[in-house]
């Protein structure tokens, strides 16, 4: 079994930046990637950015250039560095990580860019 633990989120101007964290505990899969996904109301979830062990990354066009995706594989954290924040980013963002056949989530942290 799989814990995943996130952290950072919370209210920000439009303009501002945050961090998201997420720590995986437990059954550790070495070969797994690890990402972000977020959910508007009333919105399908969507892919944030997700990168592999290995560093691979992918991103979503809405994002890019204004989130860095990064992970430590040693402290088995991912984090998300949220900058330029619009309010269409506002939404639930929850990690996953994901394996050959497995995905895991957290349970979501809640991002709202507001003035």
């Known amino acids: 079994q799989v814990q995943l633990m996130e952290s950072g989120g919370g209210l920000v101007q439009p303009g501002g930046s945050l961090r998201l964290s997420c720590v995986a505990s437990?059954?550790?899969?070495?070969?797994?990637?690890m990402g972000w996904y977020r959910q508007a109301p009333e919105k399908e979830r969507e892919l944030v950015a997700h990168?592999?062990?290995?560093?691979?990354?992918k991103c979503a066009d809405s994002v890019k250039g204004r989130f860095t995706i990064s992970r430590d594989n040693a402290k088995n954290t991912v984090y998300l560095q949220m900058n330029s924040l619009k309010a269409e980013d506002t939404a639930v963002y929850y990690c996953?990580?994901?394996?050959?056949?497995?995905?895991?989530w957290g349970q979501g942290t809640q991002v709202t860019v507001s003035s």
């Open positions: 996953n990580l994901a394996g050959i056949g497995i995905a895991y």
């Open positions: 437990g059954n550790i899969v070495r070969i797994s990637t």
């Open positions: 990168i592999t062990w290995g560093g691979t990354i």
